[in-house]
Every structure is written in structure tokens, then in C-alpha cells.
């Protein structure tokens, strides 16, 4: 599979990656050993040094169940928009991973043409 993955929506772009995207920004991917390493484990990096000018990131990666996280959202999808560069990002990991253990946690489907959110 692609480390990431790029469409047009609508006339917007929307990156779909695991972790973080950061557009031609070198200095975005310093402390990682490399663009790939960022893709796959970038957190909080991926929302002050990543994002795509006038377009939208959806990731997982950090489960907006884990207080602890930056993307903390009580287990509901986390959104942020940058008005710098016009990116909105979406961490869509609402824990489903954890079902076994905590069986309120969910699969979540974020609809690109509206952003419409599902829960599952």
C-alpha cells in the first residue's frame, strides 16, 4: 500500500494517511529518520508542522480515547483547522482497536464531499 494516499474532492485535495502529511516541508520531518517515518508515526507534529495548504488531512494513528493525546476528544472524531494554511485535519481513530477491552470505543467513516461523521 501507498504511505499515503492523495484525492480530489469536490476541487479539494484530501490526503488519507495513517499518522501525519507534511507538504514539501523538510523541516516538518526533523526527528524522524525520514518523509515515510513521519507518514507512519508522526502525532502532533503531523497538526503544528504538517498539513496541505487549502486542503484536508484525515488520519488515525492517536485514539481520541487516550486523555494523555493531544487529539483527546472523549472518543469522538478530533478535528482542528489551520487558517494559516487553510488545512483542516481529522484524526478518525476513535478506538476501535480497544472494543475487546472497552466496548463503548467504535469504528468511526468520515464522508469527504460534506465531512459528514459516522459512527459504527
Known amino acids: 500500500m501507498p504511505y ?3 484525492l480530489d474532492v ?4 484530501c490526503i488519507i494517511v495513517h499518522a501525519g502529511y507534511p507538504e514539501g516541508d523538510e ?4 526527528g524522524y ?3 515515510k517515518q513521519f507518514y507512519l508515526y508522526a502525532r502532533e ?3 503544528r508542522s504538517g498539513g496541505l495548504k487549502n486542503g484536508m488531512v484525515i488520519a488515525g494513528h492517536t485514539p481520541t480515547i487516550l486523555k494523555a493525546e493531544f487529539a483527546y476528544n472523549e472518543g469522538k472524531v478530533f ?6 494554511k487553510g488545512c483542516v485535519f481529522y484524526d478518525i481513530d476513535c478506538g476501535c482497536v480497544f472494543r475487546s477491552i472497552r466496548p ?3 469504528l468511526t ?3 469527504l464531499e460534506d465531512e459528514k461523521i459516522f459512527y459504527g
Open 4 to 6: 499515503y494516499k492523495k
Open 10 to 13: 469536490d476541487g479539494r485535495t
Open 27 to 30: 523541516k516538518a520531518v526533523e
Open 33 to 35: 529518520e525520514s518523509r
Open 45 to 47: 507534529e503531523s497538526i
Open 79 to 84: 478535528r482542528i483547522y489551520d487558517a494559516k
Open 104 to 106: 463503548d470505543e467504535r
Open 109 to 111: 467513516c468520515l464522508r
